[in-house]
């Protein structure tokens, strides 16, 4: 089970942080990541972390950071110089396993997924 939280309202520029709660099982041994979805707009993906690799989507490199706590047993995203397009209703999704680069940007591919936290980037 998953748990997402963190987010709310800020000023373009501004930063965030949103978490992802996890029970049931380690998520030091899933594939874990982040989608978001924006009103009128496909579900995409922005960020994963496998072990030690981290992906992200090319316009969140350099401004977000994925990160995870295996003692907490949960997943971060910093988010760092918001803009209103990252305005979106923010999930993590976990798949036990190694999942490679191209499926780990996947939706399909995750059978886990928490309830979404929105994120409202404005002035």
């Known amino acids: 089970q998953l748990q997402a939280f963190g987010g709310g309202l800020v000023h373009p520029g501004g930063s965030l942080s949103v978490s992802c709660a996890a029970s049931g099982r380690a998520i030091s041994s899933c594939t874990v990541a982040w989608f978001r979805q924006a009103p009128g707009k496909e579900r995409e993906f922005v960020a994963a972390i496998r072990w030690n690799d981290k992906w992200y989507l090319n316009s969140v490199k350099g401004r977000f950071t994925i990160s995870r706590d295996n003692g907490k047993n949960t997943v971060y995203l910093q988010m760092n110089n918001l803009k209103s397009e990252d305005m979106a209703v923010y999930y993590c999704?976990?798949?036990?396993?190694?999942?490679?680069?191209?499926?780990?940007?996947?939706?399909?591919?995750?059978?886990?997924w928490g309830q979404g936290t929105q994120v409202t980037v404005s002035s």
């Open positions: 999704a976990a798949q036990p396993g190694s999942l490679i680069m191209s499926a780990a940007r996947s939706e399909a591919r995750y059978d886990y």
